[in-house]
């Protein structure tokens, strides 16, 4: 049985920020390269942000580069995003992903998911 449950989303002003967190419960935590993922409404599922399994690399792309920051704490089983300067373009529903040493980090092939928490921020 595989777990992922995102928190920290909320309402924010613009130019504020948020953490978002992600408790795993999956066997063999510290193997697993983590993600995080975004969807607006009527927009697709974007990535955001990777973290190899390793904790030294990390990934990330479009608007959020540069303002969000991925990290991993393999003894809490945990994953965060710190999203810093928020715009209103970054509302959307932000979901946790997981996948066994994953390699390529920006498509939608990952085993598991969480069911997301939402992210609004006001103008």
């Known amino acids: 049985q595989v777990q992922l449950v995102e928190s920290g989303g909320g309402l924010v002003q613009a130019g504020g920020s948020l953490r978002l967190s992600c408790a795993a419960s999956i066997r063999n935590f510290r193997s697993y390269t983590m993600a995080w993922f975004r969807q607006a409404p009527g927009k697709e599922r974007e990535f955001v942000a990777g973290?190899?399994?390793?904790?030294?690399?990390?990934y990330s792309q479009g608007p959020v580069k540069g303002r969000f920051t991925i990290f991993r704490d393999n003894a809490e089983s945990t994953v965060s995003l710190q999203m810093n300067s928020l715009n209103p373009e970054d509302t959307a529903i932000y979901y946790c992903a997981a996948d066994l040493r994953k390699e390529p980090y920006s498509d939608n092939d990952w085993d598991f998911w969480g069911q997301g928490t939402q992210v609004t921020v006001s103008s």
């Open positions: 973290i190899s399994w390793t904790g030294i690399k990390t």
